[in-house]
């Protein structure tokens, strides 16, 4: 399994980034994803999470009207939309296969992870 992430950059505050997931390996598509991200100091932390065929999703509260999930499951690639973009938000942004059922929100419940992407948001 390889997990792929791409899109973070620098971006100012109230501005919006869209990160991609491209995932491969055996029956990718039959896996709920999640993303995750990890400030400096401080420990990652779930994000949201997107079921296998795209019809469900939730977030953490911080991100919640800010943020939405969506999946290709033509591409095998996931995407995290980010709208009115925080200083707060400022991290490395992680995705991840679940390894258990939809609305894992713990990082142990996750089991293949990608490399991150930098998303870094000045006032």
């Known amino acids: 399994v390889l997990l792929v992430e791409s899109g973070g950059g620098l971006v100012q505050a109230g501005g919006s980034l869209r990160l991609s997931c491209a995932a491969s390996?055996?029956?990718?598509?039959?896996?709920?994803m999640g993303w995750f991200r990890q400030a400096p100091g401080k420990e990652r932390e779930f994000v949201g999470a997107?079921?296998?065929?795209?019809?469900?999703?939730f977030y953490v509260d911080s991100v919640k009207g800010r943020f939405t999930l969506s999946r290709d499951t033509v591409k095998n690639t996931v995407y995290l939309q980010m709208n009115n973009l925080k200083p707060e938000d400022t991290a490395v942004y992680y995705c991840?296969?679940?390894?258990?059922?939809?609305?894992?929100?713990?990082?142990?419940?996750?089991?293949?992870w990608g490399q991150g992407t930098q998303v870094t948001v000045s006032p």
């Open positions: 997107i079921e296998w065929n795209g019809r469900s999703t």
């Open positions: 991840a296969r679940a390894a258990f059922q939809f609305g894992s929100v713990r990082v142990v419940e996750y089991d293949y």
């Open positions: 390996g055996p029956d990718i598509d039959r896996y709920n």
